[in-house]
């Protein structure tokens, strides 16, 4: 590089960002990458880009908001009184988990970050905290996981599986795609059997 010159910097260069958050939470964010074999960073990612795009998790996140902010065209009006939430309630364990936003997405992470009056690792945090508790997510991400992780027959069997404990389901909520999964999950943590064949099975035996 010549005297003088400045370095260019990748349009699509990515920036790290590690919040720190609750281990319980933490601990479910790895289990859902063992699960659908994904790197932990990506699925970090994918939770926070689901926040940053739903109504529904920015509403959540709005009555904690300290200043005004727009998000997709809604004005959100914040309070200076409302309390900080920059810092986790003491006693709480904690660990960091690391991931990277592409750009134009950091930079609504630090809008964000500036209607919460907190840091973009601690708005990260609270993104995770709220989004991964929507079932929309899970519902549509693990469905989507599972939809190429078996063929269409047995994806078609697997719905009609779903369908019917919900038909006949006597508590207000339904059977999701996340509580498939974790079940699935506590059968084959201490097995040697695969993520799809412990699938394969529980679709045979329900058919």
Not at 106 to 131: K, N, W
Not at 172 to 193: F, G, H, P, Q
Request: net charge positive.
């Amino acid at each position: 590089m010549r005297e003088g010159s400045v370095r260019k910097v990748r349009s699509d260069k990515k920036r790290d960002v590690s919040p720190t958050i609750q281990l319980e939470l933490k601990d479910t964010i790895y289990r859902i990458s063992y699960v659908i074999d994904t790197p932990v960073k990506d699925i970090v990612e994918s939770i926070c880009l689901f926040g940053m795009h739903s109504r529904n998790v920015i509403t959540v996140l709005s009555k904690h908001f300290r200043r005004n902010v727009k998000f997709q065209n809604t004005l959100f009006m914040g309070h200076l009184d409302n309390p900080s939430v920059q810092r986790l309630k003491k006693g709480v364990k904690t660990e960091r988990i690391g991931t990277r936003f592409k750009q134009s997405d950091y930079e609504t992470l630090v809008t964000l970050a500036f209607a919460l009056d907190v840091t973009p690792s601690r708005a990260a945090a609270l993104l995770l905290d709220t989004s991964i508790r929507h079932s929309d997510f899970v519902n549509s991400y693990f469905q989507q996981y599972l939809s190429k992780s078996i063929d269409y027959n047995r994806m078609i069997e697997l719905k009609k599986i779903i369908a019917f404990i919900n038909d006949n389901n006597p508590y207000d909520d339904s059977v999701s795609w996340l509580a498939l999964v974790s079940y699935i999950y506590a059968e084959i943590k201490d097995s040697t059997l695969s993520f799809n064949d412990s699938l394969n099975d529980f679709i045979d035996k329900w058919k």
